[in-house]
Each structure stands twice: as structure tokens, then as C-alpha cells.
């Protein structure tokens, strides 16, 4: 089938690539040349496993291609839409600018029947009003969330948990989801629960998916604040709560908290779109979730000025990580350079490593020193400090060769993935998130 990809972003690459990669006629289409040029030459734009591979496959193959000519969507039976909803600058609702504008130029060029799926995660209540603009150019809107986590967002975007599709009433809303059905063959072929529901609903899942993930996350780190006052171990409480499974053990890490292009945003236009709607307190609990997370990045830097009797000025403090969560390059609201730049912001000498998201890190923080080498970043460091659970340092760095590099032994471990007991024998001050 031919389906275009309109936003070659986190999302949009990954889609189109994947598209492609189950044998569909794919082009995807975004306003900004230097990406589209690397995409079209089968460079991924960002670090994500897999990604690299299915795009140069599809390139290749030529039933893939970029441009930044939206006329190129004529012909493809299905447009997604996969534009960034970033949150605005003044406030913390979700700016519809790309989305908006991106509609307006891609129904100039669909065709009577042309399927348009919004795939961007959105407030509630918007595809409501996107479907008139849509239906006015003769086509037929679907809604159509992704939930892909990135690190994983090939395989996501390939064989997804479930899928997710809103729908008009009636006959067309029907024939837009058998075609949708057509899209995602391979999973569907193979049993993936293929869910077809309304605007709302669709869009709802997303955003309560989301809002569910960061409220579970918090909540073992609202945990971890009572262990700290009780001498409890947030981890074993974790493994133990976990064992019962309508809970489950995933998302219930605790640490230094959520970060990343969508769960903070998320949360906070979904109480943004709730207040419009005259339904804040519903979900007023997201805005604890939020604090909750936020306390626990400036906990982490009471663990380090504890550590060192209250004065960090001067000292040199080698921090593990900068992206917001491992294989990853992204830095958009990490904790792990929020916790660096608090660190610098108060006299410290830091460096940070990553072994992927320098770049990025180096972009938005220009201010801080980095280092490629894990244990050049090691050597001569006062104090350590891990928040991002990379296996170069959660796995691979063994307490004793960490002690040959530094002159401190102080290891603030902002994810709760190291060994305690090992790094307590080593001779390291051990301070965890909630265990000690
Ligand atoms: C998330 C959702 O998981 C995904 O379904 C949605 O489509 C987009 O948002 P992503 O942002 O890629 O995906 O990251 P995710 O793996 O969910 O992690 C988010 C943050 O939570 C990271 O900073 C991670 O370190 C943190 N986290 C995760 C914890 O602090 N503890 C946990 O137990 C799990």
C-alpha cells in the first residue's frame, strides 16, 4: 500500500522506516531539509537500535524516500500524521502549532477517500475538531496513538502491544479501519488486540497511558521519600509489591524519576486540557506526580552535599549519564543533566559522560564539561553520581576499578542499579534513592 508519513521526527522516522520495512510504498515528508537529506541518504537522524538499519534497507529498496515536498503525499491511500505537540513556552498546555500547520498544508494535496491518521499525541477533544477540516477536503480522519518507548521504538512500532484506532460513526468510520487493519497486517495477522473506538477514547488512551506510567513511577519514588524517613529499602518493597501481579514490578523503579520528550509534557497538558474541560480536580493528582518527580532530582543533590558535609564547591564530581533514560541519545528534560547543572550550579566541578548523548547533551548545556571516556571521568573525581542505568556503569564498572580512578570513594547511585553490599566492600560511601 502507499502511505505517507507526514513529520520525520522521533516518531515519523521511525514510522515510516517501519512502514517500509513491512513492504509498504512509503515517503515521508517534514519541512526541515538538513533532515530530510540525511534521512534520504538512510542516516537516522537520531541514535534508536534498529532504526539505522530498516532505513537504509528501505532506501535501498526504494520504497522508501524523504522530501520536503508535501505534493509527494498524492497517491498514498493513508497519511499519518506524526508532528511534535511540544508543551508550550508560557504554560504547560500542549502547543498545536505543527499540528495545525502541518494539516493545513497536507489537505491540500489529498484525494476523495484518502485515509489522514493523526498519530500525535494530543489533548483531548482535537481530532473532534480536525475531522471537519479533514471530511471538507473529501478524506476521512482516523486517530491512531503510538506508544512507542524510545530505545525500543522499532520493535514497538512493528509488533505494538496493541492498536489503537478512533474512528467516525458509521460506514466510513468502518472502511477507514478495515484499511488501517490493511496497514498493520502483520500484527493483526498475528492476534494484536486491533481496537476500534471513537476520537475521544483514542485520543484518551494515550494520554492516560502516559499519565498512568508517570503516576506509577512516583509512586515508588513517594515510597522511596518514606523509606529515607524510616530506614526501609524502596527496592525490596518494589520486588516484593511487584510480585503481586495486578501490580506488576515494571515502572516501579525509583530514582531520581521520569524525564524525556513525553511523559512531563504529557502529564502536564493532560491537566492543562482536564482544566479547560472544567475537570481539574480529576486528575489534580498528576500535578503530585509532577512535584514528586521533581523532588526527587533535588534529592539526589542533598545526597551528594550530605555526602561531602554540606560543600560541594570545588569538588569534583564525575557524573554517569546524561540521557534521560539508557539507549538513548535523547536529553530533553533528563533528570540526569538536571541533576548535573544543579550540581555545577553550586560550585562543583562536573563532568559528565555518556556514551551516546554528548551531542545532544553538549547542545542544550554548553556550559558543561564533557567527556567521552567513562574512566577519564572517573579519574581524580571526589564523588560520583549514576542517573542514567547505561550498562558501562551499572554493569560494567565493578566498584574496585571505579576506587583505582577516583580520589573519593562517595557514589551517589541515582538509579538504584547498583550493588550496594559490593560497593559498601569496596570502600565506597554507597547512597541510594530510597536504600542505603
Ligand atoms: C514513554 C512511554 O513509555 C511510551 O509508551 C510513550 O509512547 C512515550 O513515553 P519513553 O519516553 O520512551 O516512553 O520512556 P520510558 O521508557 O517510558 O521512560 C520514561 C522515563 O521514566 C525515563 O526517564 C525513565 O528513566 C523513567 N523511569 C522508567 C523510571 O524512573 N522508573 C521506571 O521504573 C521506569
Known amino acids: 500500500m502507499r502511505v505517507s508519513v507526514i513529520g520525520c521526527g522521533y ?4 514510522h515510516a522506516a517501519a512502514m517500509a520495512s513491512i513492504g509498504h510504498d512509503v515517503v515521508g ?3 526541515d531539509a538538513a533532515k530530510i537529506e540525511a534521512l534520504s541518504r538512510g542516516d ?4 534508536e537500535p534498529g532504526l539505522q538499519q530498516i532505513l537504509t534497507d528501505g532506501v535501498a529498496a526504494g520504497n522508501l524516500r524523504f522530501t520536503t515536498d508535501m505534493a509527494a503525499v498524492r497517491g498514498s491511500a493513508v497519511h499519518f500524521v506524526g508532528v511534535g505537540t511540544p508543551q508550550q513556552r508560557e504554560g504547560s498546555a500542549a502547543d498545536l502549532t505543527y499540528v495545525n500547520a502541518a494539516f493545513a498544508q497536507l489537505l491540500e494535496h489529498v484525494s476523495p477517500g484518502d485515509i489522514v491518521a493523526g498519530k500525535s499525541t494530543v489533548p483531548v477533544g482535537t481530532a473532534a475538531g480536525l475531522a471537519e ?6 478524506a476521512v480522519l482516523v486517530w491512531n496513538p503510538e506508544f512507542l518507548r524510545e530505545g525500543w521504538a522499532v520493535q514497538d512500532t512493528v509488533d505494538p502491544d496493541r492498536l489503537v484506532v478512533g474512528v467516525p460513526a458509521g460506514s466510513e468510520g468502518e472502511r477507514a479501519a478495515q484499511v488501517l487493519r490493511e496497514v498493520y497486517y502483520p500484527s493483526v495477522d498475528k492476534g494484536t488486540p486491533f481496537i476500534v473506538t471513537d476520537y475521544a477514547t483514542a485520543e484518551l488512551v494515550k494520554v492516560s497511558a502516559n ?12 515510597m522511596a521519600e518514606i523509606a529515607e524517613a524510616t530506614g526501609a529499602d524502596v527496592t525490596t518493597l518494589a520486588e516484593a509489591l511487584g510480585h503481586d501481579d495486578r501490580i506488576g514490578r515494571r515502572f516501579l523503579g525509583a530514582g531520581i ?10 502529564i502536564r497538558a493532560f491537566a492543562a486540557r482536564a482544566e479547560e474541560l472544567g475537570k481539574s480536580q480529576s486528575v489534580a493528582f498528576l500535578r503530585e506526580v509532577d512535584a514528586i518527580n521533581l523532588r526527587r532530582r533535588a ?3 542533598e545526597l551528594v552535599v550530605e ?11 564525575a557524573v554517569l549519564g546524561a540521557a534521560f533514560k539508557p539507549h538513548s541519545d535523547d536529553v530533553r528534560d533528563s533528570p540526569a543533566l538536571d541533576v548535573a547543572v544543579q550540581l555545577k550550579g553550586l560550585g562543583a566541578e562536573v563532568v559528565v559522560t555518556d556514551p551516546q548523548a554528548i551531542p545532544n547533551a553538549r547542545r542544550l548545556h554548553p556550559q558543561l564539561t564533557y567527556e567521552a571516556s567513562r574512566d577519564e571521568t572517573l579519574r581524580g573525581a571526589d564523588a560520583v553520581v549514576l542517573v542514567t542505568e547505561w550498562d558501562e556503569y551499572r554493569r560494567q564498572l565493578s566498584p574496585e576499578h571505579a576506587a583505582s580512578l577516583t580520589a573519593g570513594r562517595i557514589v551517589v547511585d541515582g538509579r538504584n542499579c547498583l550493588d550496594p553490599a559490593a560497593w559498601k566492600a569496596a570502600g565506597w560511601t554507597y547512597r541510594g534513592m530510597g536504600r542505603s
Open 307 to 317: 555526602a561531602f558535609d554540606g560543600e560541594v564547591y570545588g569538588k569534583r564530581i
Open 11 to 14: 516518531l515519523g522516522a521511525v
Open 211 to 222: 499519565a498512568f506510567l508517570a503516576t506509577k513511577i512516583s509512586f515508588i519514588n513517594a
Open 257 to 266: 524519576g521520569f524525564g524525556g520528550g513525553c511523559l512531563p509534557k504529557d
Open 29 to 31: 515528508v517534514d519541512v
Open 133 to 138: 477540516r479533514v471530511h471538507g477536503a473529501g
Open 44 to 47: 537516522a537522524p537520531f541514535y
Open 299 to 301: 534529592r539526589a543533590i
